[in-house]
């Protein structure tokens, strides 16, 4: 092992040695991430503009010569074991975690990538269930920790449509691919515009000074996010199939324009309709806030991240109690230009671009009020965009 490895990777290095007897040949890393605006749009193959944020999944392994997999997970202090030949889920609650290096070795075998069995442990800050991506940080660093120890060379896209590919098939949930896409393609400083269609991104820099994000939690457990996820899902298909009647060439709703909905809502069913509104007010929302970013309108990207939580709220139903609270709470601190749920919904967190000179301010009020309100705790993270997942040793 170098020296040049940052203090954690030393100490997983480290921590590797003690478990396994040996250093490990490989470190890897994956971040979570946070949306800045474009919710809900990637599984109608629409835009976002998400960031990698600067809290991460690492993984340190070793190959092995069997088909053994041999995981720990220091922050549960609990190990799993199982063989490559026909992976399963862990019949152990205990052992849940294991299932994104289950699936993402589940995945690999299903699109004919040989793997090698590893030693593994691993290690993530990404606050798990807060909306904050910790699953997509998991499954590509596992992706990546098998693409290292079996001398593979997968493109990043892949790599994301691999991780999206597990989560659908072997863990269940029927996600997008913003998650994974900006945890195996973000960049330092930036944001990506993804076009979930084309699978390409636009890597927006953020301003070097003046602005801060700041993602505040909820503390609300996301108790109903999987059916009711699966359910807009439906929704939104069903609104392409009805506006297929009149617009026969569209496939997605990415293919309908305002002008074009504004005259067709009316023929829907009104839950139909909402659901619709807010996925093409949504795109137009996010294009117009990534120009207004490029040209320096700060205020103009706030009004629009402001526009995107009301839409999520009243048309796609997915905010709730807590994140409209924490988001009028925030926006009533001078110097927040915009305040939003950012995620799945049904709780988890709120991001906030805040004025620089105004994070202190945030910080000192914005839990104090919200437990006024609520009862609850919200942990606060003041974030810069990190850089996607890498191989660090
Ligand atoms: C979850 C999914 C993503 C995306 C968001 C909502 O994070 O994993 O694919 O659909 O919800 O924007």
């Not at 230009?337 to 000192?364: D, H, I, N, P, W």
Request: proline content about 4%.
């Amino acid at each position: 092992m170098t020296n040049s490895l940052s203090p954690r990777a030393q100490e997983m290095a480290a921590r590797f040695k003690e478990l396994y007897g040996s250093s490990p040949e490989i470190i890897v890393r994956a971040p979570g991430r946070v949306n800045l605006i474009g919710e809900h749009t990637d599984y109608n193959d629409g835009f976002v503009f998400p960031a990698a944020i600067d809290r991460d999944v690492m993984i340190a392994a070793s190959p092995r010569k069997d088909r053994q997999v041999r995981v720990f997970a220091l922050n549960f202090n609990q190990s799993s074991t199982f063989t490559l030949d026909g992976v399963q889920p862990a019949t152990d609650t205990r052992e849940r975690w294991s299932n994104y290096l289950r699936s993402m070795a589940w995945v690999f075998h299903e699109e004919g990538l040989g793997t090698a069995g590893m030693n593994v442990a691993l290690l993530g800050d990404v606050p798990l269930g807060a909306g904050l991506s910790s699953s997509a940080a998991m499954l590509v660093a596992s992706g990546l920790s098998f693409e290292a120890s079996s001398e593979l060379n997968i493109d990043p896209v892949r790599m994301a449509l691999l991780a999206q590919r597990a989560e659908r098939e072997f863990v269940g949930v029927n996600v997008g691919i913003m998650d994974m896409y900006i945890s195996a393609l973000g960049q330092k400083d930036h944001a990506l515009l993804i076009d979930t269609r084309a699978l390409t991104y636009e890597a927006v820099p953020l301003p070097k000074s003046g602005i801060s994000i700041v993602i505040a939690d909820t503390n609300k457990k996301r108790g109903l996010v999987d059916s009711e996820y699966n359910t807009r899902r439906a929704e939104c298909e069903r609104a392409v199939e009805l506006l297929k009647a009149s617009l026969p060439d569209i496939t997605a709703l990415r293919d309908v324009s305002a002008e074009q909905f504004n005259a067709l809502s009316g023929s829907l069913p009104e839950i139909t309709a909402k659901r619709a509104r807010h996925v093409i007010t949504e795109d137009a929302r996010t294009l117009e806030s990534v120009a207004a970013l490029k040209a320096g309108n700060i205020v103009r990207f706030g009004e629009l991240m402001n526009g995107s939580h009301e839409s999520l709220q009243r048309d796609y139903e997915v905010s709730c109690r807590e994140l409209d609270t924490l988001v009028q709470i925030a926006r009533s601190i001078d110097g927040v230009y915009g305040a939003r749920m950012t995620g799945a919904g049904f709780g988890g967190c709120t991001v906030s671009v805040v004025a620089e000179g105004a994070v202190e301010r945030f910080l000192a009020e914005v839990p104090a009020l919200y437990r006024k309100a609520t009862g609850l705790n919200s942990p606060i993270y003041v974030t810069t965009a990190a850089q996607g997942a890498e191989r660090l040793a």
